[in-house]
């Protein structure tokens, strides 16, 4: 069988913790990751900047083989997803699916909540583009929505500074902002790949009766069921339990923050675009 693996996709180094959350559900099938780490972050880019990059990405992965792409990428998923399953993919071909990770989240994130309010935390590009409130509003009426959004975080992470003393007053600030605006919040989504790393660190900042959920576990529970219900997309995926890396960066950094993000072992190969 010719190798058609299932794309995973991220900006960055994120959406690695994305990817070991499917690999784990779903590790029968053949993975290939690529990071657009020359060009990141995407967080603070315009919205068309960011869908000519994510584009650029998904074409290449379906030259690749991939029948099937998820975009890891909140920042993607907000401003890129849409235009690319409504403009691009009937010129592609019908055949190929792009798929995010904000629909997911959103479909039970109503279910993680006894006080119907839910704080979202996120990029400054995913906060802005509302597009939680939009998505959450469809699923969950009646929920109230909070945003905040965290600049800080993401470079803390990747400068391996999130579990340092001084990453403390930047995660406590962000969450003092959040809950000041809706003292009922009970759940909080951290809705960037990054912040897994930093859930240690907010959970001794948010009130033991907030939940604090992140993404992967969700994502990958959701392509699971995808697969199910879309058997032909699934028949299209090959199966061989093998994982390959891609970056536009420097593959020694960015093996390096792998280990951070999805575990040791990773070996990128660099792809200029």
């Not at 997803?81 to 629909?103: A, C, E, Y």
């Not at 995660?171 to 990054?194: E, F, M, P």
């Not at 995808?226 to 020694?252: K, N, V, W």
Request: glycine content about 10%.
């Amino acid at each position: 069988m010719a190798q058609r693996p299932i794309g995973v996709f991220d900006s960055g180094y994120g959406g690695l913790t994305i990817l070991s959350e499917i690999v784990k559900k779903l590790p029968v099938y053949d993975y290939l990751y690529l990071g657009d780490n020359a060009r990141a972050p995407y967080g603070t880019r315009g919205f068309d900047t960011v869908y000519a990059y994510t584009l650029q990405c998904v074409e290449w992965f379906f030259s690749q083989g991939c029948q099937l792409v998820i975009l890891a990428c909140n920042t993607a998923s907000a401003k890129a997803l849409r235009t690319i399953q409504q403009n691009d993919l009937p010129r592609i071909g019908q055949d190929k699916k792009v798929l995010g990770v904000i629909r997911p989240t959103s479909e039970v994130i109503g279910g993680y909540t006894q006080t119907g309010h839910v704080g979202v935390m996120g990029t400054t590009g995913t906060v802005a583009s509302g597009s939680y409130l939009i998505e959450i509003a469809k699923f969950f009426p009646g929920c109230r929505v909070e945003q905040e959004a965290c600049p800080m975080w993401v470079p803390l992470i990747e400068n391996n500074e999130h579990h340092s003393p001084g990453a403390d007053y930047f995660v406590k600030q962000h969450i003092v902002n959040l809950l000041s605006r809706d003292g009922q919040i009970d759940c909080i989504l951290l809705a960037c790949t990054h912040y897994p790393l930093l859930i240690n660190k907010i959970s001794q900042f948010v009130p033991p009766n907030v939940r604090v959920i992140t993404q992967g576990s969700i994502v990958a529970e959701s392509l699971a069921d995808y697969l199910q219900r879309h058997p032909e997309i699934e028949q299209a995926c090959s199966r061989g339990g093998q994982t390959s890396f891609y970056t536009t960066g420097d593959t020694s950094d960015f093996d390096a923050h792998a280990n951070l993000f999805y575990g040791s072992g990773v070996r990128s190969t660099r792809l200029t675009l």
